[in-house]
């Protein structure tokens, strides 16, 4: 079965910033491309004099454009992506619906996701909001202002990683993206030290450093078969004091990609995405991969 991306397609400029990033990753990929546009056209509208349903006009601009947007952004990308395999639809559903579904048989899901006004990073609208959270497939959120992917040159990609509770689908994810890109991964590990200690007052420089090179320590064996594994991917590690969260927000400032996972767990309110993985999504200046794991 030949390899799918998925883009959601909406006409705004976040969207049309996942489709141009997700041709450039389905050529890296040789993967073909498919744009899905929900739209959903109503065949009445209400009429305020009549006060009954009445069929709309034979020329409705909102349907004539919701028909043209696949259409034509199939075309151009098409144009700047010669022999790319391209398909494009309009799924007569709701967005999340839709874009859950067409991801269930694709590698990679790919979305727009508005910038936050003034501020550099991500404000995920309520549908990537849900896609996200829900998807069983990795979705990657891409700004509007987003360079294409094959102009980030040797920029790094960036995994967060929890070497307590690794888990092999997210550090495959980030160690292909970045030996695809022939460039480096940067690995960051956030570690607190436990409640306990400062209970008891046994917190002093010697614990801290002791409990770090721990943390470091765990972090190199889990990475060493992937090191075996993808031996021309230089990997750095950097376990930091404290939440994941401002490290890799940081550290997007010159990545390629930034990687996390989302553990597919229910919480009270829904599904339940992290506050890791939330500070990401709402800051990041690079795409964001989100890896759905167990």
């Known amino acids: 079965m030949s390899r799918t991306i998925v883009v959601g397609l909406d006409g705004s400029p976040e969207s049309l910033a996942a489709a141009e990033w997700a041709a450039c990753e389905a050529r890296r990929t040789d993967a073909q491309l498919r744009l899905v546009?929900?739209?959903?056209?109503h065949p009445y509208v209400y009429g305020p004099l009549t006060g009954v349903l009445v069929p709309p006009s034979s020329e409705d601009p909102e349907r004539e454009w919701a028909e043209r947007l696949p259409r034509e952004t199939a075309a151009k990308l098409a144009a700047d992506h010669p022999?790319?395999?391209?398909?494009?639809?309009r799924v007569a559903e709701q967005p999340v619906t839709a874009l859950l579904a067409a991801a269930e048989n694709a590698e990679l899901l790919v979305l727009g996701s508005r910038g936050l006004s003034g501020v550099a990073g991500f404000l995920t609208g309520s549908v990537a909001q849900a896609v996200v959270s829900r998807s069983r497939m990795p979705v990657v959120l891409v700004r509007a202002d987003a360079r294409p992917a094959e102009a980030h040159g040797h920029e790094e990609v960036v995994l967060g990683l929890v070497p307590?509770?690794?888990?092999a689908s997210v550090i495959a994810f980030a160690f292909r993206a970045a030996a695809r890109r022939a460039t480096d991964l940067r690995v960051v590990h956030g570690w607190s030290l436990p409640p306990y200690y400062g209970y008891s007052g046994?917190?002093?420089?010697g614990v801290d450093a002791e409990m770090l090179a721990e943390a470091q320590q765990r972090l190199t064996e889990v990475l060493s078969p992937w090191r075996e594994k993808f031996p021309g991917v230089e990997v750095r590690e950097q376990a930091v004091i404290g939440g994941a969260g401002p490290h890799l927000v940081e550290a997007s400032r010159n990545a390629a990609l930034v990687v996390v996972g989302r553990r597919n767990r229910q919480s009270p309110v829904?599904?339940?995405?992290?506050?890791?993985t939330q500070a990401v999504l709402h800051h990041s200046t690079a795409p964001v991969a989100v890896i759905p794991h167990d």
């Open 202 to 205: 046994a917190t002093d420089a």
């Open 37 to 41: 546009h929900a739209w959903l056209w």
């Open 83 to 89: 022999g790319l395999s391209i398909a494009a639809e």
């Open 164 to 167: 307590e509770h690794p888990d």
């Open 270 to 276: 829904g599904a339940h995405i992290g506050p890791v």
